[in-house]
């Protein structure tokens, strides 16, 4: 079965930069292909939302637009990895951050079949 693991979270000031990553263990291309990866997260008391995606399909890409200019999605075939880079953090930006996949498109945070534990984010002023 798919599983994945999230690292890379913790505590950073404004201004900062963190990367976060994404294993993936457990499937088989043919079995258990992901069309799509995302990153996602919730803070105290909001809702879950995404923040970046990646269609593997093309390599297309996805921001919020809290994201849009300051977090970078990309992925490392070789080793089953998905990474978030994040600059320029501000203290909005504190969260769970969680990685997730969807096997087959359309991609959507509803759809998602597989979550990460997750990976705590804190940004101080």
């Known amino acids: 079965q798919v599983q994945l693991v999230e690292s890379g979270g913790g505590s950073v000031q404004a201004g900062g930069s963190l990367i976060l990553s994404c294993a993936a263990s457990?499937?088989?291309?043919?079995?258990?292909?992901?069309?799509?990866m995302g990153w996602f997260r919730q803070a105290p008391g909001k809702e879950r939302e995404e923040v970046a995606g990646?269609?593997?399909?093309?390599?297309?890409?996805y921001y919020s637009d809290s994201a849009k200019g300051r977090f970078t999605i990309s992925q490392d075939n070789a080793k089953n990895t998905l990474y978030l880079q994040m600059n320029s953090l501000k203290p909005e930006d504190t969260a769970m951050y969680y990685c997730g996949g969807v096997p087959e498109p359309p991609c959507s945070m509803a759809r998602i079949r597989y979550w990460g534990q997750g990976t705590q984010v804190t940004v101080s002023s």
């Open positions: 457990g499937y088989t291309y043919s079995t258990d292909y992901l069309g799509c």
């Open positions: 990646f269609y593997t399909g093309d390599g297309s890409t």
